[in-house]
């Protein structure tokens, strides 16, 4: 990764000094959009500009996702938000080789934009490429390898540039936008729904969701340039550059948290009534609650701790709540404890209850990870309807 990181490092410096200095008459400027891949971290596709000069033989992609793995404390800077992306710029083939590679298919569209719009975009990509601009703070929903090109090209075309008009019905939410490509992945579902807070759920308008890059190749295939009088439309049809079917996926309800959580319910029900052993019911109290207390732990750092805006205010932190690290502390020590199991007893029934009104959206999952926190916490809350309470 490192011999990748200064190779890149190397074109992006020949771009500054051979390629980029002043466009030519017949430059011209592409959208590529490239698929999804079987990574979680490319399973949102990706996008790239790519810049011909014909006239000085050039094919030159600039690539806003870019990040150094050498980076010092990279795991802990990454989960904080702090890890800062950059661009770089590679040839054409060698960008399409990792694709190939990959098998994803790479799409190549035509923008449609004249001489002063084209010497407006590529004044844009070298204010990028100057060293104090190279590197920025990333932000999954508003500042990312889509988002940086859709600006650039507002930018570059002006107030010519129109959208289609507002969209009528349901305007789907950001956590909407990402599930779509999260649904046959449901483990991964679960996961990004957990760590995402209630920001996920604001409304995701036109130009929001051009955040994930297949989308933004959709709706800017929708758009418009005004000039002349004519409403020319912005991107040309697509041409194939990596020709590759999206890999096939299939939802496998048998491994899917709703159903393996169903399971772990019924699992804990039979053993609490026929285990009548203390300690191993004990020692079964003591697993379930250090894996919610990890799960806590995280809820808090995502909330307080993390510099990602889209994971903070995460009310998944109401069900998954400090007092769960109190309760893990007095099992440890075989104390009763029976105040803070009451707590979270009553924390979690009024989150069953309350969830549909909160403003943010829960995976299902979630409610029945909550049952499973809510029977073992009623049966030490001593409370005398409870068949399962421990005598």
């Not at 090209?153 to 999260?182: C, H, N, W």
Request: aromatic letters at 16%; glycine letters at 4%.
């Amino acid at each position: 990764m490192k011999k990748l990181f200064f190779i890149c490092l190397f074109f992006l410096l020949i771009s500054l000094t051979r390629i980029f200095s002043q466009p030519s008459n017949d430059t011209i400027a592409y959208l590529l959009t490239c698929g999804p891949g079987t990574e979680t971290y490319s399973n949102y596709g990706h996008s790239a500009l790519r810049i011909v000069i014909p006239e000085k033989h050039t094919d030159t992609v600039y690539n806003w996702g870019g990040f150094d793995f050498n980076a010092s404390n990279f795991a802990w800077k990454f989960a904080k938000g702090s890890l800062d992306y950059m661009l770089f710029a590679e040839p054409l083939k060698g960008f399409l080789q990792g694709y190939f590679f990959e098998q994803r298919f790479v799409y190549s569209q035509k923008i449609n934009i004249d001489q002063v719009e084209m010497r407006k975009l590529v004044s844009l990509i070298n204010e990028n490429l100057k060293p104090e601009n190279i590197k920025y703070r990333y932000d999954f929903f508003y500042d990312g390898c889509s988002t940086r090109i859709r600006d650039i090209i507002e930018k570059s075309v002006g107030e010519k540039l129109k959208y289609p008009p507002a969209e009528m019905g349901k305007i789907p939410t950001f956590r909407d936008m990402v599930a779509k490509y999260q649904n046959p992945y449901p483990w991964l579902k679960f996961g990004v729904d957990l760590i995402m807070g209630s920001p996920a759920d604001k409304k995701a308008v036109f130009r929001d969701r051009m955040f994930l890059p297949i989308e933004m190749k959709n709706e800017l295939s929708e758009s418009f340039v005004h000039r002349s009088g004519k409403m020319i439309p912005l991107l040309q049809n697509p041409e194939v550059l990596v020709d590759f079917a999206a890999p096939p996926t299939k939802q496998k309800f048998l491994i899917a948290p709703p159903f393996i959580f169903t399971l772990v319910i019924t699992l804990i029900m039979i053993l609490a009534a026929l285990i009548k052993s203390r300690k191993i019911i004990r020692l079964m109290d003591i697993i379930i609650y250090f894996v919610f207390s990890i799960l806590a732990a995280l809820m808090i750092f995502f909330n307080f701790f993390t510099d990602h805006q889209q994971m903070r205010w995460n009310l998944n932190i109401i069900w998954l709540n400090p007092f769960i690290f109190v309760c893990l502390i007095t099992l440890i020590l075989n104390k009763p404890g029976t105040i803070w199991f009451k707590v979270v007893f009553f924390i979690l029934a009024a989150f069953l209850l309350l969830q549909f009104v909160l403003p943010q959206d829960f995976n299902i999952a979630f409610s029945l990870m909550a049952i499973i926190l809510l029977i073992r916490s009623s049966v030490r809350c001593g409370f005398d309807w409870n068949p399962l309470t421990l005598k």
